[in-house]
Every structure is written in structure tokens, then in C-alpha cells.
Nanobody, 127 residues
Framework: EVELVESGGGLVKAGQSLRLSCAGS????????IAWFRQVPGKERQVISCISGFGRSETRYAASVKGRFAISDDYGKNMVHLQMNNLKSEDTAVYYCGATEYTCVGIFGSLVTPRYWGKGTPVTVSA
């Protein structure tokens, strides 16, 4: 059974940090790109970061988080982390991880959507 589980969300103040984790099982981890999305009520889910490629060498970020967020793969543990620094109130959302057989280029180009999804973890940033 395929499973993606996010963790690490919570309530923080603006300027603080959080680290989200996405743990996967039931599929060949290294064959999939792992992407982080976020969604606020009434809006579409948006991709914010992705990691893929041999040795997880490819990473991509949305402009809104570039320079503040960092994605990494915890090698051998089927886990990807999203380090979120200098959080802003506009980062408040439910954060989801998704896994796709395609690449981060496809994800960011809205050409593909993840085959597998987690259930999300909420992040609230207070001013």
C-alpha cells in the first residue's frame, strides 16, 4: 500500500522556522520526484518546491519561497524535508507532499500532477 505522510506543521510567529517532513512507503522512492504543494481555502493547490533526479540533484522552488525554503532528501530513509525559514503570514496554508514518476520540470510546468498525495499538514504563521 502506497503512503505519503507529512509531519512538522504547526503554529509559529513571522520570522520563525519550521521543518516539514514527508515520509513515503509502498513505492520505489528514488524513482519518483517528490514535490511540496500548499493550499489555502478557496485557492488552487500550488507547487512550491520539488526534488528529483539522480542523487536528488535537481531542486526547484517557486519564486515566493526561493531563498527561504530548502528541500532535501534524507537518503535511505524514504523521507524528504522542507526547511522553511523566515516564515511570513502569507505562508499560512496546508502543506502537501506529492510523488510523481515524472520530473520537477513537469510538476512546475503544470504538465503533470503527482500520482500519490499525502493528507497534508497545516502551517499557520502569525504576524
Amino acid at each position: 500500500e502506497v503512503e505519503l505522510v507529512e509531519s512538522g506543521g504547526g503554529l509559529v510567529k513571522a520570522g520563525q522556522s519550521l521543518r516539514l517532513s514527508c515520509a513515503g512507503s509502498g513505492f520505489t522512492w528514488n524513482d519518483y520526484a517528490i514535490a511540496w504543494f500548499r493550499q489555502v481555502p478557496g485557492k488552487e493547490r500550488q507547487v512550491i518546491s520539488c526534488i528529483s533526479g539522480f542523487g536528488r540533484s535537481e531542486t526547484r522552488y517557486a519564486a515566493s519561497v526561493k531563498g527561504r525554503f530548502a528541500i532535501s532528501d534524507d537518503y535511505g530513509k524514504n523521507m524528504v524535508h522542507l526547511q522553511m525559514n523566515n516564515l511570513k503570514s502569507e505562508d499560512t496554508a496546508v502543506y502537501y507532499c506529492g510523488a510523481t514518476e515524472y520530473t520537477c520540470v513537469g510538476i512546475f510546468g503544470s504538465l503533470v500532477t503527482p500520482r500519490y498525495w499525502g493528507k497534508g499538514t497545516p502551517v499557520t504563521v502569525s504576524a
